[in-house]
Nanobody
Framework: QVQLVESGGGLVQTGGSLRLSCAASGRTLRSYTVGWIRQAPGKEREFVAR????????YYADSVKGRFTISRDNAKTTVYLQMNSLKPEDTAVYYCAAGDSGGDYWSPAAYDYWGQGTQVTVSS
């Protein structure tokens, strides 16, 4: 099975940018639907962005569309989340997640494998 490790979180001011990375080991990400999920304090986990199963399409939550971009390297071992124009409401722990058992990948519950998360804090 795949192991996922996120990095790149930190503290940034409103309007700033961060790029998160998710490194996969054990297996490449070719066989998985891969996405980013976040969880703000006191809230449930929330879908942010993902690739389609084929990897050719990308999908975003309305709250981040136009500001965040999901991408990956050609070796399909690392997935990125470029976050621009950050807002205080983007403050959360960001998780990289992968799924291979099908389901609705707009829902965090569909993902089978998770990283440990990386904290993103946007100050106002």
């Amino acid at each position: 099975q795949v192991q996922l490790v996120e990095s790149g979180g930190g503290l940034v001011q409103t309007g700033g940018s961060l790029r998160l990375s998710c490194a996969a080991s054990g297996r490449t990400l070719r066989s998985y639907t891969v996405g980013w999920i976040r969880q703000a304090p006191g809230k449930e986990r929330e879908f942010v962005a993902r690739f389609s199963r084929s990897g050719f399409s990308t999908y975003y939550a309305d709250s981040v569309k136009g500001r965040f971009t999901i991408s990956r390297d050609n070796a399909k071992t690392t997935v990125y989340l470029q976050m621009n124009s950050l807002k205080p409401e983007d403050t959360a722990v960001y998780y990289c997640a992968a799924g291979d058992s099908g389901g609705d990948y707009w829902s965090p519950a569909a993902y089978d494998y998770w990283g440990q998360g990386t904290q993103v804090t946007v100050s106002s």
